[in-house]
């Protein structure tokens, strides 16, 4: 069972920037997928960001340009860096994880680490 971890929410004014963390308890070359999502209040969770075994990273549209996702190997880390935040990113953010054969959903959520963003 993989287990992750995730770090670094927290608030900050529009324009800023944070950085998640999000450790995974297997090497990454166990994963088939590994990325963000996030919940906005009142709707369903979506990806932020996700990288697939093909080593192809997809960004949502309203991130894209000013959230990049990268990953420490060796640490079995992967971080999301959110530059240039608006009060719209405000949301819970999750780390997600898949094992499974292929492409799909993930198989694995983190707790969750809440950001919220003031005008």
């Known amino acids: 069972q993989v287990e992750l971890t995730e770090s670094g929410g927290g608030e900050v004014q529009a324009g800023g920037s944070l950085r998640l963390s999000c450790t995974v308890s297997?090497?990454?070359?166990?994963?088939?997928?590994l990325g963000w999502y996030r919940q906005i209040s009142g709707k369903e969770r979506e990806v932020v960001a996700a990288?697939?075994?093909?080593?192809?990273?997809h960004y949502a549209g309203a991130v894209k340009g000013r959230f990049t996702l990268s990953g420490d190997d060796a640490e079995r880390t992967m971080y999301l860096q959110m530059t240039d935040l608006k009060p719209e990113d405000t949301a819970m953010y999750f780390c997600?994880?898949?094992?499974?054969?292929?492409?799909?959903?993930?198989?694995?959520w983190g707790q969750g680490t809440q950001v919220t963003v003031f005008s």
């Open positions: 297997v090497d990454f070359r166990r994963l088939t997928g």
């Open positions: 990288k697939g075994h093909i080593g192809i990273t």
């Open positions: 997600a994880a898949r094992q499974s054969i292929g492409t799909g959903a993930p198989d694995t």
